[in-house]
């Protein structure tokens, strides 16, 4: 089956540690993103990422950081610079930067 | 950054009735998309429009891209129990933030059987 997997459901950090989160998709989409969700809030953007080897940052990038090596993976790490990290963060990719977008099942990151 | 107005912000309602839901923006979008989010998963996408005035329908789903480009709305016929959730509309625009999803704050669905 075609899709996007993000691993793990649940992440916990401690404080001062920097964590990945990982996102793949095997759709072929050129386009990915990282987003995050707070309670009662609508996703915001951290990063997105139009072709390998590129990417370019969101409304909300400090604190995160990203690579681009394959097409099939974009993970996301969340570094200790981010002093609020606890959110669900979304993945999600589209064929190219300006279509629709499909999401992955996303990551709950607790902080301990 | 952008924001679309999204209401209601909840809604509770009985089986069987029908629901309405809409999007506003002070912008231009190229194309609308109506997502549900269940709790602790991702957005599924429900409807994506793509051309202004567009009527598109998913089962009892039906939703509309507004003809000045600025408004959606979806509506949901005889709800049912598992149309529970959380119901998100997104906009994407063209020029120079072509590609850059918008999102509505979200519309809050319960269903009392």
């Known amino acids: 089956d075609g899709g996007i997997t993000q691993s793990p459901k649940y992440l916990f950090r401690k404080e001062g540690q920097n964590v990945t989160l990982s996102c793949e998709q095997n759709l072929n989409h050129d386009a990915m993103y990282w987003y995050r969700q707070d309670p009662g809030q609508g996703l915001r953007l951290i990063y997105y990422?139009?072709?390998?080897?590129?990417?370019q940052k969101g409304d909300i990038a400090e604190g995160y950081s990203v690579s681009r090596e394959k097409k099939e993976s974009f993970p996301l790490t969340v570094t200790s610079a981010q002093k609020n990290p606890t959110a669900f963060y979304l993945c999600?990719?589209?064929?190219?930067?300006?279509?629709?977008?499909?999401f992955g099942p996303g990551t709950r990151l607790l902080v301990l | 950054g952008q924001q679309l107005n999204q209401s209601p912000q909840s809604m509770f309602i009985q089986e069987g009735e029908d629901v309405s839901m809409n999007c506003t923006s002070s912008s231009i979008f190229n194309t609308w998309l109506w997502y549900k989010q269940d709790p602790g998963e991702g957005p599924v996408l429900l409807i994506a429009l793509y051309k202004a005035g567009e009527l598109t329908s998913n089962g009892r789903l039906t939703a509309q891209f507004g003809i000045t480009r600025k408004d959606s709305f979806l509506n949901i016929s005889a709800s049912i129990p598992s149309d529970v959730g959380i119901y998100f509309c997104a906009g994407l625009p063209g020029g120079t933030s072509y590609g850059k999803l918008t999102f509505g704050q979200g519309t809050i669905l319960t269903v009392h059987p």
């Open positions: 999600a990719s589209s064929r190219d930067r300006g279509e629709t977008q499909y």
């Open positions: 990422s139009q072709i390998v080897n590129d990417f």
